[in-house]
């Protein structure tokens, strides 16, 4: 029986044998195919990957070009609105100072008008003073005169 069973069963495993190395091979095959696909896929992964990457750094350089730009505008909007507000404070400034004049004119003149109507009130005052000064000398002349008349009454 074992004879029978040996005979038997050796064709079939042989056949079973080949069968198997024949998948093998078509299993290294179909490995080794797979590697090349997932190799492939790697490096096509790689080069998108790389692309995207690129493309990264572009909007990336775009974006801080953009933000330079605006950064400029904003600086030089920013040096224009000082030149304004310097050019409105010389404006304000020169207009302080005319009005400043103008009232130092105004002060001066109202100053002068007054010492000029207080030099006439004086000029006044020194004829009256002197006027009645001669009505003082007068009146002592003539109060002395009374009085040597009246001297001279007595006298008689």
Same mark, same amino acid.
């Given at each position: !029986?074992?004879?029978?069973?040996?005979?038997?069963?050796?064709?079939?495993? &042989?056949?079973?044998?080949?069968?198997?190395?024949?998948?093998?091979?078509?299993?290294?095959?179909?490995?080794?195919?797979?590697?090349?696909?997932? &190799?492939?896929?790697?490096?096509?992964?790689?080069?998108?990957?790389?692309?995207?990457?690129?493309?990264?750094?572009?909007? $990336?350089?775009? $974006?801080?070009?953009?933000?330079?730009?605006?950064?400029?505008?904003?600086?030089?909007?920013?040096?224009?609105?000082?030149?304004?507000?310097?050019?409105?404070?010389?404006?304000?400034?020169?207009?302080?100072?005319?009005?400043?004049?103008? !009232?130092?004119? $105004?002060?001066?003149?109202?100053? !002068?008008?007054?010492?000029?109507?207080?030099?006439?009130?004086?000029?006044?005052?020194?004829?009256?003073?002197?006027? !009645?000064?001669?009505?003082?000398?007068?009146?002592?002349?003539?109060?002395?005169?009374?009085?040597?008349?009246?001297?001279?009454?007595?006298?008689?």
């Amino acid at each position: !029986m074992l004879t029978s069973i040996d005979s038997t069963e050796r064709p079939s495993k &042989a056949i079973s044998l080949k069968s198997q190395v024949g998948e093998a091979k078509d299993g290294d095959e179909v490995k080794e195919r797979d590697l090349l696909t997932v &190799a492939e896929e790697n490096k096509s992964l790689k080069l998108q990957i790389q692309g995207l990457e690129e493309k990264i750094r572009e909007i $990336t350089n775009n $974006t801080m070009k953009e933000m330079e730009r605006h950064l400029l505008e904003k600086e030089n909007l920013i040096k224009e609105m000082d030149r304004m507000n310097d050019k409105k404070n010389k404006e304000m400034e020169k207009k302080l100072q005319e009005k400043e004049e103008s !009232m130092k004119l $105004t002060v001066t003149n109202l100053i !002068m008008r007054s010492v000029e109507g207080k030099e006439k009130e004086y000029v006044e005052l020194r004829g009256q003073m002197e006027r !009645m000064e001669t009505l003082l000398s007068q009146m002592e002349s003539s109060q002395k005169e009374l009085e040597r008349k009246l001297e001279e009454i007595k006298k008689v």
